[in-house]
């Protein structure tokens, strides 16, 4: 192959990243002879790649098909498996793009990056190939590729361009879906990880990951490397990838490794990023062990976005762990009502051999969503008004058993007076820390499902009507919709007359929202007995045509309201039976879900009293305490006005045990008896 000039270190932004992420990769991969490997494995999961020494191409347009001429092509097309698969190979361009092309493809357009550079820089174009013919006495490729994305920069013609290279990806069966990637760095090595094994090391490493679909999808564009890191189990978790490595050795040519990568390590603020690597074959990298601008390309995998979030139904909980000792508001280091950040971990997880692991007894029963009510940004932070990390750890362990968490924008921050503060004058930088806090490695946590803004604005909230409230909440999603754009949110509604605000919301949030990143969130009592529940809630939604899911984020019933716990376990196994009825039977149904209020019974809202309808909604009542756990200290530093900000010491709280709700019906308790309808 054509050996590509030496070059700067490559940065995948918008107007060259396209060309530049696999150029420097794939320009070395063929060898100049051409010579031919034998085909021992599945030649349809073969990833492709050819150079030359230049072309010609006309106009470029998204959707349009552009012809593309290219001289000087080497004899010798590189190829390498996509995973599960461990091989790499070689064959004669004539026989690739003559006889084996029907082999390799089955019929289906591949998708293809051509890259190349011209007299305004490097430049590529991503699209299908819809018809490729070799000259092989002229070494000339021709290509008709059907534009689909193509670099900012380039202009309305490509023009003559020289050191062009094609990746031909490789198809994948309808209806899976997947992606391939590549990423930059100033340099990489092989690194011993002092276990017997290796870590491929890469150092200045670029912030953006270019994606592009393999066939029969068709599109490409970027991806923060930090949700690269985040989402690597649930796109990988399955089989390895295969990936390469390729850069500059220190000669000013290219060498290129094939091995295969696992556990990503990354460290933002040193733009490092690291990965335990296997090297194929018992390749190493060439030289002294080290490459300068180097590329690393991944292979296929899924790339299910926070925007594709509804392609899937939701079977959740509401989950508000305030332990049993409280019988008014909590006090103390419960004060926010926030028991999902790190100093609560013997809660929901286990911290020094004391915990109560609800989030896997959820998940042991098929819950896939937790819808949060209070939300305490700052939990984990040290500094006045910014947000910590203390609800990643929550997260983390939430995403290790597949849930998915609802973020709130609590009610609080609606409030224009609460004492001396007006948390409604600070709302914008609230929302800003609120999504600050859910991030890790600078993107937003792959467990966040969406954003809940308030809840029950419909109804009145310290002294303000829907009238004030509802343009508040329009506000918050303007807020929420630029810095998590991906991401879904919702407004939860009362079952007083959500028909009404149904169709308020959609008049007051900004249009773009409501019409691509918004969900209808209602919560109601209403029962499976005489079709009320299905009729009114589940029909009449789809009856309204509104265009938006509907999740019902509240469906349950209490103790005291239908007379008895043998009654109440009866009634909310009904609603979620009739929830999941209405879905399984209606499966274009903009039903996508309900979460059963609540986890557990809350002394809390007693206010000092005996038992009542609010305090009696658990799935479990309270048992005796299991253990003891501590918070730690939690206070920040207010920098403006120079003093400490004490919350609360590092102090013990309790344990309780969690006692199943039993019926008669249902003595294996009301959380196992919901379990065939959240799995």
Same mark, same amino acid.
């Given at each position: 192959?054509?050996?590509?000039?030496?070059?700067?270190?490559?940065?995948?932004?918008?107007?060259?990243?396209?060309?530049?992420?696999?150029?420097?990769?794939?320009?070395?991969?063929?060898?100049?002879?051409?010579?031919?490997?034998?085909?021992?494995?599945?030649?349809?999961?073969?990833?492709?790649?050819?150079?030359?020494?230049? $072309?010609?191409?006309?106009?470029?347009?998204?959707?349009?098909?552009?012809?593309?001429?290219?001289?000087?092509?080497?004899?010798?097309?590189?190829?390498?498996?996509?995973?599960?698969?461990?091989?790499?190979?070689?064959?004669?361009?004539?026989?690739?793009?003559?006889?084996?092309?029907?082999?390799?493809?089955?019929?289906?357009?591949? !998708?293809?990056?051509?890259?190349?550079?011209?007299?305004?820089?490097?430049?590529?174009?991503?699209?299908?190939?819809?018809?490729?013919?070799?000259?092989?006495?002229?070494?000339?490729?021709?290509?008709?590729?059907?534009?689909?994305?193509?670099?900012?920069?380039?202009?309305?013609?490509?023009?003559?361009?020289?050191?062009?290279?094609?990746?031909?990806? !490789?198809?994948?069966?309808?209806?899976?879906? $997947?992606?391939?990637?590549?990423?930059?760095?100033?340099?990489?090595?092989?690194?011993?990880?002092?276990?017997?094994?290796?870590?491929?090391?890469?150092?200045?490493?670029?912030?953006?990951?270019?994606?592009?679909?393999?066939?029969?999808?068709?599109?490409?564009?970027?991806?923060?490397?930090?949700?690269?890191?985040?989402?690597?189990?649930?796109?990988?978790?399955?089989?390895?990838?295969?990936?390469?490595?390729?850069?500059?050795?220190?000669? $000013?040519?290219?060498?290129?490794?094939?091995?295969?990568?696992?556990?990503?390590?990354?460290?933002?603020?040193?733009?490092?990023?690291?990965?335990?690597?296997?090297?194929?074959?018992?390749?190493?990298?060439?030289?002294?062990?080290?490459?300068?601008?180097?590329?690393?390309?991944?292979?296929?995998?899924?790339?299910?976005?926070?925007?594709?979030?509804?392609?899937?139904?939701?079977?959740?909980?509401?989950?508000?762990?305030?332990?049993?000792?409280?019988?008014?508001?909590?006090?103390?280091?419960?004060?926010?009502?926030?028991?999902?950040?790190?100093?609560?971990?013997?809660?929901?997880?286990?911290?020094?051999?004391?915990?109560?692991?609800?989030?896997?007894?959820?998940?042991?029963?098929?819950?896939?969503?937790?819808?949060?009510?209070?939300?305490?940004?700052?939990?984990?932070?040290?500094?006045?008004?910014?947000?910590?990390?203390?609800?990643?750890?929550?997260?983390?362990?939430?995403?290790?058993?597949?849930?998915?968490?609802?973020?709130?924008?609590?009610?609080?921050?609606?409030?224009?007076?609460?004492?001396? !503060?007006?948390?409604?004058?600070?709302?914008?930088?609230?929302?800003?820390?609120?999504?600050?806090?859910?991030?890790?490695?600078?993107?937003?946590?792959?467990?966040?499902?969406?954003?809940?803004?308030?809840?029950?604005?419909?109804?009145?909230?310290?002294?303000?009507?829907? =009238?004030?409230?509802?343009?508040?909440?329009?506000?918050?999603?303007?807020?929420?919709?630029?810095?998590?754009?991906?991401?879904?949110?919702?407004?939860?509604?009362?079952?007083?007359?959500?028909?009404?605000?149904?169709?308020?919301?959609?008049?007051?949030?900004?249009?773009?929202?409501?019409?691509?990143?918004?969900?209808?969130?209602?919560?109601?009592?209403?029962?499976?007995?005489?079709?009320?529940?299905?009729?009114?809630?589940?029909?009449?939604?789809?009856?309204?045509?509104?265009?938006?899911?509907?999740?019902?984020?509240?469906?349950?019933?209490? !103790?005291?309201?239908?007379?008895?716990?043998?009654?109440?376990?009866?009634?909310?196994?009904?609603?979620?039976?009739?929830?999941?009825?209405?879905?399984?039977?209606?499966? =274009?149904?903009?039903?996508?879900?309900?979460?059963?209020?609540?986890?557990?019974?809350?002394?809390?809202?007693?206010?000092?009293?005996?038992?009542?309808?609010?305090?009696?909604?658990?799935?479990?009542?309270?048992?005796?305490?299991?253990?003891?756990?501590?918070?730690?200290?939690?206070?920040?530093?207010?920098?403006?006005?120079?003093?400490?900000?004490?919350?609360?010491?590092?102090?013990?709280?309790?344990?309780?045990?969690?006692?199943?709700?039993?019926?008669?019906?249902?003595?294996?308790?009301?959380?196992?008896?919901?379990?065939?309808?959240?799995?």
């Amino acid at each position: 192959m054509t050996t590509p000039a030496r070059r700067e270190t490559p940065r995948f932004f918008p107007a060259s990243a396209l060309a530049l992420s696999c150029a420097l990769l794939l320009a070395a991969c063929g060898g100049g002879d051409g010579g031919a490997t034998p085909d021992t494995g599945d030649v349809t999961k073969r990833i492709y790649v050819l150079s030359a020494d230049a $072309g010609q191409a006309g106009a470029v347009a998204a959707g349009q098909t552009l012809s593309v001429t290219l001289t000087g092509v080497e004899p010798g097309v590189d190829w390498y498996s996509d995973r599960p698969a461990r091989e790499v190979g070689e064959a004669r361009v004539e026989n690739f793009v003559g006889a084996d092309w029907q082999r390799v493809y089955g019929g289906v357009a591949p !998708n293809a990056l051509l890259q190349f550079q011209n007299a305004s820089g490097v430049h590529a174009v991503f699209g299908s190939v819809q018809a490729a013919q070799y000259d092989g006495a002229a070494r000339t490729l021709r290509l008709e590729l059907r534009v689909a994305k193509a670099s900012p920069g380039l202009g309305a013609s490509a023009g003559s361009f020289t050191l062009p290279v094609v990746t031909l990806l !490789n198809n994948l069966q309808a209806p899976a879906q $997947g992606s391939t990637f590549a990423m930059a760095a100033g340099r990489t090595a092989l690194q011993s990880d002092g276990k017997g094994g290796q870590r491929l090391v890469l150092q200045d490493v670029d912030e953006d990951v270019l994606w592009m679909n393999n066939a029969p999808a068709r599109a490409g564009d970027f991806e923060s490397l930090g949700n690269f890191v985040n989402v690597w189990d649930e796109r990988f978790g399955d089989a390895l990838p295969n990936a390469s490595v390729a850069g500059d050795p220190g000669n $000013g040519d290219y060498g290129i490794v094939p091995l295969t990568l696992a556990d990503p390590v990354y460290d933002s603020a040193t733009r490092s990023l690291s990965f335990a690597a296997v090297p194929l074959a018992g390749a190493s990298l060439p030289g002294q062990g080290t490459l300068r601008n180097a590329i690393v390309f991944v292979d296929a995998g899924d790339r299910a976005s926070p925007a594709s979030v509804f392609e899937q139904p939701w079977r959740g909980v509401a989950y508000s762990a305030i332990p049993a000792k409280f019988q008014s508001n909590p006090t103390g280091a419960f004060f926010d009502s926030d028991a999902t950040s790190s100093a609560f971990q013997a809660l929901w997880g286990s911290k020094d051999g004391c915990g109560r692991n609800d989030l896997e007894a959820m998940a042991a029963q098929g819950v896939n969503l937790i819808r949060l009510y209070d939300y305490n940004y700052q939990r984990g932070s040290d500094k006045w008004t910014t947000g910590g990390n203390g609800h990643i750890a929550f997260l983390d362990k939430a995403q290790s058993l597949g849930i998915k968490v609802i973020i709130p924008v609590s009610n609080y921050n609606f409030k224009n007076q609460d004492g001396s !503060n007006r948390p409604w004058d600070n709302i914008d930088l609230t929302v800003t820390q609120i999504v600050a806090s859910v991030k890790k490695n600078g993107a937003i946590h792959p467990a966040v499902h969406s954003f809940s803004i308030g809840n029950e604005l419909d109804l009145p909230k310290e002294d303000q009507t829907w =009238q004030a409230l509802f343009p508040k909440a329009a506000h918050v999603a303007s807020l929420l919709h630029k810095l998590a754009p991906d991401h879904y949110m919702t407004v939860p509604v009362s079952n007083a007359d959500e028909k009404r605000f149904y169709e308020e919301l959609r008049k007051h949030l900004p249009a773009d929202v409501y019409q691509s990143r918004f969900y209808n969130a209602v919560q109601t009592f209403k029962l499976k007995t005489g079709n009320d529940l299905r009729d009114n809630i589940l029909q009449a939604y789809d009856n309204l045509n509104l265009g938006v899911p509907l999740v019902i984020t509240e469906l349950g019933t209490n !103790n005291i309201g239908i007379s008895s716990v043998d009654a109440k376990v009866n009634a909310v196994l009904g609603q979620a039976s009739a929830v999941r009825e209405y879905m399984d039977a209606n499966p =274009q149904s903009l039903v996508k879900g309900f979460s059963i209020f609540e986890w557990q019974n809350s002394n809390w809202k007693r206010n000092g009293g005996p038992d009542n309808t609010e305090s009696t909604f658990g799935i479990h009542a309270y048992g005796p305490v299991l253990c003891q756990s501590k918070t730690g200290v939690f206070g920040m530093w207010n920098a403006k006005d120079s003093y400490w900000v004490s919350f609360h010491d590092d102090v013990a709280y309790d344990v309780d045990a969690l006692v199943p709700l039993t019926s008669a019906d249902h003595p294996e308790g009301l959380l196992k008896a919901l379990s065939p309808y959240f799995k």
